[in-house]
Every structure is written in C-alpha cells, then in structure tokens.
C-alpha cells in the first residue's frame, strides 16, 4: 500500500476509508492490522547507517595540519626527541577531539523525534476501542482522539466534533487548528489542512475520530528525520581558515626543504663529491627543525582553550554553545532566519484592542493581564467592557491561574487571552462560571466558525456568542452602543465589515461576542432555535506580541550590517504587521508565502531572496530552501527556531539557533547554539561576543605565523647564506634545533598568546561589515603585521646571531634562542592590535602577567644545568643579555613606528 499517492486531503472521507479498506465503526480487523504492521514496519522514526566511533577518529586524522604535526612526530622520535614526540602527539589528539561528536548528531535528532511519538493510543480494532501501541498502529486504523492526546500518526479525519489540534511544532501555527471532515482543495498548503493531523501534534480540543494514512518514516516528521539524516553538515568558517593556514605552511616547508636539497646537490656535483650519510642526516635534520618552525604547534591548543574560554562567556550570557566553532561562526553571521512564533513574539496570545460603541480602545498587557492604556473609565464604559468579557468567558472554557506572578494557560491559548482581558474589567472567569451555570453548548467547528453556549442564572436563560465576525455578526439584530441597545442596520453592519478588515490587517485575530437572553421553552437548544436574534457586544482584537526587547535587537542587527530574516506559519497579514512593528519588514521589502514560494523555482528565490524580509504560511521544506538559496548567494546563515519544522534548517545553515525554554528536543539536538532566555536580543550578544572571539583568534594566529615566519626566514637565510659562506658544515646547517624551537613555539609563544584571546574587544566591532563567508584568513591587517614582523625582526635576529659566531655554533645558537624568546614577548604587546597603536590601548592583566612568568621561566631554566643542558644552551654573558634586551626593545619600538604607515603598499 503506498499512502503517499493520494492526496489524502482532496478526498471525501467515504474515499479514504475504501482506499485504506478501513470501516469507520469497525476499524481493522486483528488479523489485517497484524498483516499491515509485518509488511510496512512499526511506526517508528529510523535510525541512520552507524558509523563506529574508531573510523569517525580516524577521519579527524586526515585534516592537512594534523598529517603535518604527525611527520614532525615521527621524524622526532626516530632521532631519539621522545619529549617532542610526546608534546607534539598530545596536541594532535587534542585537535583531532574537537571534531569527534559532530558524526552523532543526526542520530540524536533521530532519538528526538522517536521521544516526541507518543508510547500508546486508542484505535478501532474489530469494533472495539482498544489501547495499542505508537509503534503498532497502521495505515487504516481508525484514531479514537480526545483533548490532551498526542497524534500518533498522520491521519485524514473523518469525524469532528470541535476537535482542535497545536500545531506549532510542525508549522509554527502559533493558536490551535479548528479540525473538519470535509474534503479540500487539492492544492492547499500544508498548514492549512484542517481535515488532516499529523504525527507529534497534540489535540487540545473536542473529540474525534481519524483514519491513520502514513506512519513511521511516511509521515511529516518521518520526511524531516529523513532529511536530517540526508543533510551534510559543512565545514565553519574557522575550520577552513585553518586548513587555509596549515595549507600554506606546507607548501612552504616543501618548497624550501626542496630547494635545500637541490642546492646541495648542486653544490656537491660542481665539488665531485659523492652523498655522505652525515649530509642525508643534516639534510633530514634542517627538514626535521624546519617542519616544526613552520607549523605553529601551540595553535590547535590555543584556538580550544579560546573558543572554550567563549562558549564560558556566552553561558554567561544566556546562550549554550553546543560545539566551540558555533562561537566563531555566529561572529561572521550575515543573515538571521528566525521564526516567528516565540521567538520574534511572546509565544502567548493577548487582547490588543476592543471595538465598542463604534469606538477602540487599546489594551496594554502588563503582567500578563490586559488593562486599557486611559487611566480612568467612565462608568457607562466600564460596564459595557463587562459586560462584554462577561459573556466571552461564559463563551469559553480556558482557565488561568497566577503563580508566583505570573498567569498560567490551560486550554486554548486564545480563549486564555479571552479570560485575562476579562480578569482586568474585574470579572473573576471562576466565580463568573461558578455564578452562570452552562447548560448546554453548541460546539465550534471550522465549519460553523463560531461557540455558543447557553447558561442558567437568576431564572433567567442567556446565549453567549463568540467566533469570526462576518459570522456572527450575520446572526445578530441589534448591537450595544454607550450603554444602550440599538438597531443594528445596514449602515452599522458596513462599519463593522470595514472595521474587521482594519484590524484584520493590523494582524489581530479578530473575534466577535454577542449575547442573547432566551424567552419562553427551548427543550433542544437546536442551531437553529438559539443562534438567532443576537445582540453585538464588540470585536476583539488577539495578537501574539512581540517581545519587547526584539526591536532593539533588531535594530542593533542592521548597525552590525545583519539581515535579519522572519520565517512563519501564520497568515501572511499577521506576519507583516509584526515584522514591521519590530523592524523586520521595511518599506519596497517583499513578502512570500508558502504558496508563492512554492511556485518559484530554486533560481527564481535564489535571485529574490536578498529582498525578502517575511516568509508567511511556509512548510520545513520552505525553511530548508530559504536557508539554501542564502547559501547560494555565499552567506553566512544563522537559522533560528523552536518547533520540529526548524530542525533540517537549523542543521543546514552555518549556525542553527534553538530555543531552550519552548524548543523541541529535536530542534536543540540540530542547533550549533541554545538560547536559554528564548531572547532574540540574546543572538545580538552572541554576535557581538562571536566577532570578538574572531578577532582575539586572528591576533594570535598572527601572533603565532609571525614567529614562524620568522624562524624560517632566519634559517633559510642561515643554512643557504651565512653558515655556508663561513665554512660551517654538517649539523651546524642548523641556527637553532628542533627543540629550542619548540620551546619557542610552545612555550614562549603559547601561554602569551592564550592571553590576547581576553584582549578588550575594539570599539567598531559592532559597526563593521560581516566577513563574507570566503575571506581568506591572510586579511589586509594581518598581512601587514606579518610585513612588519618580518621587516624588523629577522635581521635583528640575524645580526644577533652573526655577532655571536666567533664565539662557537653552541654560543651563537644560545644567544640565538635568548634573543628569540625575549623578541617574542616583546612582539606579543604589539599584538594586543595588529592596526592601531597599543598605547591607544590598555593591555589586559593576563597577558602582563604571562609575558613576566615566561621571563622569570626561562631565566631559572637557564640557571638549572638540567634543564639549561636540555635546551642545549650555554649561560649568556653580558653581550647577550644585551643583546637579548636591545634587540626586544628595538623590536617593539620599530613595529609600533611601522603600523603607522601603510604596509599594503608593498605587496599590492
């Protein structure tokens, strides 16, 4: 049987049921339910193909840095460094862990989404109602459904009675869904198939019964597991910055050991020399220390401990990052896809204005309960509100209760904002209730588009009316104005149609309440009979608000040059008024609806997309080509959200944004980041902290490049110029060994550079361009710091080294190595900002600290024979010292002069 041929919504129930060769009051038999559940499988949400954790580890080994930092290993040990080894293997396993758990995540969103399908529910089996399993229900079984039960499957229905379904977590439908038997239009949009419910929903309302049409992985949340196992995730923006990195670096190393070794060929074939194994071992050796100059070790540990250091600040914050690159990749966002529902709003239903007497009267929703924003009402006025949140409560049967200051909803949530307005007036829903005894009810229906209850008190026998407008209105005579009862003629009937068309496009829902008192015997209590002769209360005008905090947000979204995108399953002129009122939507933007979406091609929303500001009425699908077609256009997408629909975006997009307070499991497992507010304005600071964290990492990795640079530079020029020039052979090939330059790289360079990672952030971080989703790490800034470093440094260093010579290789290398690490400190306070001057800045304690404890380090390591002996350096006279405090000071001074100057100009 393959359910998803039909479409399920365009047939008459009486064709549902013979298709799926199920009977509405007798449902499937035993025997065809057992035979349906062994030929289409369990209603459950599949897991994907395992992949063993061992191969997901081995996969981290095949990033370009790491295969670098594993040959350093190797060649170390095998010439006897074990320490190296160990050091180096250390920060490979390090690096390669960050990137371990990602592999799982589809399987968790899986696991989410099996959790959100209900253990049990009520079918027809033979005739008899009987309590089964999720998993055993099949297609044909008839649902026996009540308020308070989780849909189990996706079924047609076939019988309602005011049966109401929450849809949110499918289609961000942000109020229950009225449910209808009748058959529609072939080509309605998913979220407006009143005659259909679906699988992870909940019924709030009514009773019912429906045929099961699709289960498992047929159903819409079985397409979107489906689709979350199919997405591949992408790289972030650091990740490819830093295989850029270690790109660069290897090709430099392999060029240079390459020219090495040809030069020495060279050299040997014009002296008629044959290869010693002393030179294959200088050779290897130059190849070993040169392999550890380049590769900047201490950068995996650094850019951990850092995005570590962020994701603490962003908890802080009220945001959880659920991986350490999500930090660094919010920083560079250049577009936000947010829903609408409780993200952008409050999440809750209340009564902005009323209609009364011909007048509005705006409401406030401080606390939680409606209150009209004049101070004082007139008598006459405040009667008439009664009167009219009298007979909405009467007409509804939501209940609300304040706990620790603030109103919880149980029912409808719109009946609820009915109760608070009502609350406000002074009309307490339970005494009211308590006072006025319902009696009877004719139900709403999708159909009907109004309630009507009728309600005993004081002998007397009243109707109350509430529903759509143009319906109730239809059925009213008379209508209160100022106290009074009047005539409801043709011209008040104009004023009210053009009235709800007002509020209607201001994004309201907009309900109608009327009453009537019943004179005589009324044993039935028929449609017809009591829903008659109605008098008009007022309209009432529903909104889910926005938060109050979300236009400032928003407004801070453009300064920081972020687009900020509404996505939503509500009606099209609800989704505008929002989005303009919180400065989403502004003037000559488009706005798009599913439908519309839906007849564009990928290449027509793709050339659209950046002129769309509200998406109206839009399915998971819809969300999941939004986010594409910013992909497309090389953008770097945050998506946020709170329902089931978001989860294949959210895991799309370069960061995917949940909600922690109303958020799905499912769409928490998808989310690179968790909201722990619920509080837009919160993304704000993420982006803020984001961009910050980026620009401490692009210091230190400046930082660090530039002592690599360096150290290459000087011993390329060392081992091809000045110690062949002066007859020096063999392992003295080498200004430096591998382990003093460790030290460098490891120690001199490590903790210093975790430092800048707390450096302030700079004062136009919030006022500049995004970086666009391809810029190379090599910006304009860091280009010019690492001309600068190289500029000054290296022949400071050379000339260092040169005078030191006479003295022996073991002297010169020492004083080498000396000069190196102070030089180094000294450059870590030109970093504190690779453009501007530090003294413009107030360098950070940490890093004060730690330039002062890697002096104090290196000065008691070169007392203690052990260690002194271990680095392979001798005591420093006092031309070293001098030296050493010369070159750093020289150094410092000369890079700060340089930043002055543009750069650029030399390599543009």
């Not at 995540?105 to 309590?131: N, W």
């Not at 071992?281 to 951990?304: D, K, Q, R």
């Not at 004060?848 to 420093?876: D, F, G, K, N, Y």
């Amino acid at each position: 049987m393959a359910e998803s041929q039909y479409a399920w919504h365009a047939l008459e129930t009486s064709e549902c049921l013979r298709l799926l060769g199920s009977n509405l009051d007798t449902g499937l038999s035993g025997d065809e339910a057992a035979e349906r559940l062994k030929t289409l499988g369990p209603n459950v949400i599949k897991r994907g193909k395992r992949v063993s954790p061992l191969r997901i580890l081995l996969k981290q080994f095949l990033n370009l840095m790491i295969i670098i930092l594993i040959a350093a290993t190797a060649i170390s040990a095998l010439l006897g460094e074990v320490i190296d080894s160990v050091v180096i293997l250390v920060i490979v396993f390090l690096a390669a862990f960050l990137g371990f758990w990602q592999e799982f995540r589809s399987e968790r969103i899986v696991e989410a989404l099996k959790r959100m399908m209900a253990p049990s529910c009520s079918v027809l089996r033979d005739g008899v109602m009987v309590e089964v399993k999720a998993e055993d229900v099949v297609p044909g079984d008839i649902l026996i459904l009540e308020a308070g039960d989780k849909v189990v499957a996706d079924a047609r229905v076939v019988e309602s009675h005011g049966l109401q379904a929450y849809e949110a977590a499918l289609t961000g439908e942000s109020i229950p869904v009225a449910k209808t038997a009748s058959a529609l239009p072939e080509d309605t949009p998913l979220p407006d198939r009143s005659n259909m419910l679906y699988a992870g929903t909940t019924i709030t309302a009514g009773k019912g019964k429906a045929v099961v049409i699709a289960t498992g992985m047929r159903t819409e949340f079985g397409k979107i597991a489906k689709e979350v196992l199919e997405i591949r995730e992408e790289k972030t923006p650091l990740e490819r910055r830093m295989e850029e990195v270690a790109r660069n670096l290897g090709k430099i190393v392999l060029l240079i050991i390459a020219v090495i070794a040809v030069v020495k060929l060279v050299e040997l074939a014009l002296l008629g020399k044959a290869l010693s194994y002393d030179l294959l071992i200088s050779i290897f050796m130059f190849a070993v220390a040169l392999a550890v100059a380049a590769v900047p070790e201490a950068l995996p540990a650094i850019v951990t401990s850092t995005l570590a250091v962020g994701m603490w600040m962003l908890a802080k914050r009220n945001a959880v990052a659920r991986s350490m690159t999500a930090v660094e990749t919010l920083g560079s966002t250049e577009v936000i896809c947010s829903d609408k529902t409780g993200t952008i709003t409050k999440g809750e239903m209340v009564v902005k204005e009323v209609f009364l007497g011909g007048r509005f009267h705006e409401l406030s929703n401080p606390q939680g309960a409606a209150e009209l924003k004049s101070e004082r009402l007139e008598d006459k006025l405040l009667h008439d509100l009664q009167r009219l949140a009298l007979a909405a409560v009467l007409s509804s049967d939501a209940v609300v209760k304040k706990v620790e200051g603030r109103y919880e909803v149980y029912g409808d949530p719109t009946e609820a904002a009915l109760v608070l307005m009502a609350e406000s007036f002074g009309v307490d829903h339970i005494e009211a209730r308590s006072k006025h005894r319902r009696i009877s009810e004719i139900p709403f229906s999708s159909e009907r588009k109004r309630m009507t209850t009728i309600i005993s008190s004081g002998g007397r026998l009243m109707a109350y009316m509430k529903g759509a407008p143009e319906v109730v209105i239809r059925l009213c005579s008379r209508v209160l104005v100022d106290g009074s009862i009047a005539e409801l003629t043709e011209e008040w009937r104009n004023r009210l149609s053009i009235t709800n068309e007002e509020m209607a496009a201001r994004g309201l829902r907009v309900l109608a309440v009327a009453e009537r008192e019943i004179h005589g015997p009324m044993p039935s209590f028929s449609e017809e009979e009591v829903e008659r002769g109605f008098t008009l209360l007022g309209l009432v005008g529903i909104i889910d608000p926005p938060r109050p905090e979300v236009k400032e947000a928003v407004e801070k979204c453009r300064m920081a040059k972020i687009k900020p995108i509404m996505i939503t399953g509500d009606h099209r002129l609800t989704a505008i008024a929002v989005a303009r009122e919180v400065g989403i939507h502004q003037e000559g933007d488009i706005v798009v609806t599913g439908a519309e979406l839906a007849r564009m091609s990928d290449d027509e929303l793709e050339a659209k997309v950046e002129k769309i500001t509200v998406y109206a009425r839009v399915s998971p699908s819809d969300k999941l080509r939004i986010v594409e077609a910013w992909k497309k256009r090389g953008k770097t997408v945050a998506m946020t959200g709170d329902g089931v629909n978001d989860a294949p975006a959210l895991k799309r997009a370069d960061i995917g944004v949940a909600m922690g307070l109303t958020g799905t499991e499912v769409t928490k497992e998808a989310s690179d980041l968790i909201l722990l507010d619920d509080n837009f304005s919160t993304i704000v600071k993420a982006v803020e902290l984001g961009r910050w964290i980026y620009d401490n990492i692009k210091k230190y990795l400046a930082y660090l490049l530039q002592a690599n640079l360096v150290e290459i530079a000087v011993i390329m020029i060392s081992a091809l110029i000045i110690l062949p020039f002066l007859g020096v052979g063999g392992e003295e090939l080498l200004p430096l060994l591998p382990v003093q330059i460790l030290y460098i790289n490891l120690a001199t360079d490590g903790l210093p550079a975790i430092a800048l990672g707390f450096t302030p952030p700079e004062p136009d971080i919030m006022r500049r361009t995004p970086r666009p989703r391809g810029e190379k790490v090599f910006t304009r800034d860091v280009k010019e710091y690492l001309v600068r470093a190289l500029i000054v440094e290296t022949p400071v260093l050379l000339l260092g080294f040169i005078d030191a010579l006479p003295l022996g290789i073991e002297a010169a290398r020492s004083r080498l190595f000396l000069m190196f690490v102070f030089i180094e400190l000294a450059v870590a306070l030109n970093t504190v900002s690779l453009a501007q001057s530090i003294f413009k800045f107030r360098p950070h304690k940490w890093l004060l600290i730690t330039i002062l404890w890697e002096i104090s380090l290196i000065t008691i390591l070169t007392i203690i024979p052990v260690t002194r002996e271990a680095l392979h350096i001798v005591p420093p006279g006092l031309r070293d010292i001098a030296w050493m405090m010369v070159g750093a000071v020289t150094t410092f001074m000369s890079i700060e002069l340089l930043k002055r100057f543009e750069i650029s100009r030399l390599y543009r």
